[in-house]
């Protein structure tokens, strides 16, 4: 079983950047797929963006494309979402998932069986 936790929420304005951590334990990352997913008040999980064993194959959703950016340090053991040119509407909690990868990338939820505690993203207007 992988152990998630991630860090680097907080409340920023509009325009300001973030950059959140999720580091795991119990098994590397570059044997892992890692997702990132956010869930804002009322709505359902979301899938924001993923990458396979550290640094392969990144993908983004939509939404974030351009301004988000996914990687991992295999020396620390962990995988970071840069959030660039933040908008209100990406105001969420954001959680890092986790699973063994397989030789795909998988945005769905129920596709991950690791997840972290999440962290609270604020941005102002």
């Known amino acids: 079983q992988v152990q998630l936790v991630e860090s680097g929420g907080g409340l920023v304005q509009a325009g300001g950047s973030l950059r959140l951590s999720c580091a795991a334990s119990?098994?590397?990352?570059?044997?892992?797929?890692v997702g990132w997913f956010r869930q804002a008040s009322g709505k359902e999980r979301e899938f924001v963006a993923g990458?396979?064993?550290?640094?392969?194959?990144?993908y983004y959703a939509d939404s974030v494309k351009g301004r988000f950016t996914i990687a991992g340090d295999n020396a620390k053991n962990t995988v970071y979402l840069q959030m660039n040119g933040l908008k209100p509407e990406d105001t969420a909690v954001y959680f890092c998932?986790?699973?063994?990868?397989?030789?795909?990338?998988?945005?769905?939820?129920?596709?991950?069986?690791?997840w972290g505690q999440g962290t609270q993203v604020t941005v102002s207007s």
């Open positions: 998932a986790a699973r063994r990868d397989r030789g795909y990338l998988f945005a769905e939820v129920g596709e991950y069986d690791s």
């Open positions: 990458i396979r064993r550290s640094a392969e194959n990144p």
């Open positions: 119990g098994r590397t990352v570059s044997s892992l797929v």
